[in-house]
């Protein structure tokens, strides 16, 4: 099922399309724990507005885009002081 996400974002769902480093950085910031790279963020939105095609896997890799950065974000806040608010995922009401 990995495979399939930098597949999300390549032109005509081509393998051949998929940027070289793509799927080196995704697998590495889930192994890590680090931040998704903005750039998938910003190929996700891309890619939905040239084909106009909104797929769950998608929405997923941008949802897990915001959520990983907001979650670093709250992170590094909690480090910085101790009164820091409990985690709250941003995209869940």
């Known amino acids: 099922m990995l495979w399939r996400l930098p597949l999300e974002l390549a032109p005509q769902r081509d393998a051949k399309n998929i940027p070289p480093h793509l799927g080196g950085e995704i697998m590495r910031a889930i192994l890590t724990g680090l931040p998704y790279l903005r750039a998938l963020l910003v190929q996700t939105i891309l890619r939905i507005r040239a084909d106009g095609d909104i ?37 869940v009401r």
Do not use: I
């Not at 797929?55 to 820091?84: I, M, N, Y």
């Open 55 to 91: 797929t769950p896997l998608r929405v997923g890799l941008a949802k897990a885009a915001v959520t990983r950065l907001a979650w670093r974000r709250h992170e590094d806040l909690a480090r910085q002081t101790s009164d820091a608010p409990p985690w709250k995922d941003p995209l």
